[in-house]
C-alpha cells in the first residue's frame, strides 16, 4: 500500500544509485541482508533463516504502510541495501525513517546518499515536516550517519 499522496511506488534516482520498489527476484539479496548476524546485531527482529522468509518479508512490505526501497548501483544493478519511511503520522506530518547496508558496502557514502534522496522526496513530496530515527547506541556509524543528516 502506498502513501496516500503517491499513485505509483516511486523511483528514484542519484549520481550512483538507484531507489526502485522491491521485487521478489531481490529475494536472495534480502536474505543475506536480514540472516547476517553482524548487519542485523543492533536491530530487533529475528534472524531470516530461509530464502522463503526473505520472500515472504517482500510480499508483505507490499501490502504495509511503508514505503520501501531497494538501494541499486545504477552501473552494476547490484542491490546493496533498503531503506524505507514508515510510521506516518497525517495529524502530525510525521514518519520514521531506516536503513541497512550490505557489510561490503559501508562507510563509502552509499547510505548518506540514499538517504539525502529519501528525506528530500519525503519533505518536498509528501508533505512530512520531521523525520524520526532510532539507533541502537552501540551502533557508531548509524549514529555518524544521522549526524551528518542532522535528523
Keep these: 500500500m502506498l502513501h496516500k499522496a503517491l499513485l505509483t511506488f516511486p523511483t528514484l534516482t542519484t549520481k550512483q544509485l538507484t ?55 545504477t552501473v552494476s544493478g547490484k542491490l546493496l541495501g533498503t531503506i524505507s519511511l514508515f510510521d506516518f503520522s497525517d495529524e502530525m506530518n510525521t514518519c520514521g ?19 539525502k534522496k529519501i528525506i528530500a522526496f519525503a519533505f518536498d513530496r509528501l508533505g512530512i515536516e520531521t523525520i524520526e530515527a532510532f539507533t541502537h547506541k552501540d551502533n557508531q556509524r548509524s549514529t555518524r550517519l544521522l549526524q551528518k543528516l542532522t535528523i
Design 19 to 73: 531507489l526502485r520498489q522491491l521485487v521478489e527476484s531481490d529475494g536472495q539479496a534480502i536474505f543475506l541482508l536480514r540472516s547476517e548476524p553482524t548487519l542485523n546485531k543492533y536491530l530487533d527482529r529475528k534472524l531470516s533463516q530461509t530464502l522463503e522468509e526473505a520472500l515472504h518479508f517482500i510480499r508483505n512490505i507490499q501490502t504495509r504502510q511503508f514505503l520501501y526501497w531497494a538501494i541499486v548501483d
Design 97 to 115: 525513517i531506516g536503513y541497512e547496508l550490505l557489510t561490503d558496502y559501508q562507510g563509502r557514502g552509499i547510505m548518506q546518499e540514499a538517504a
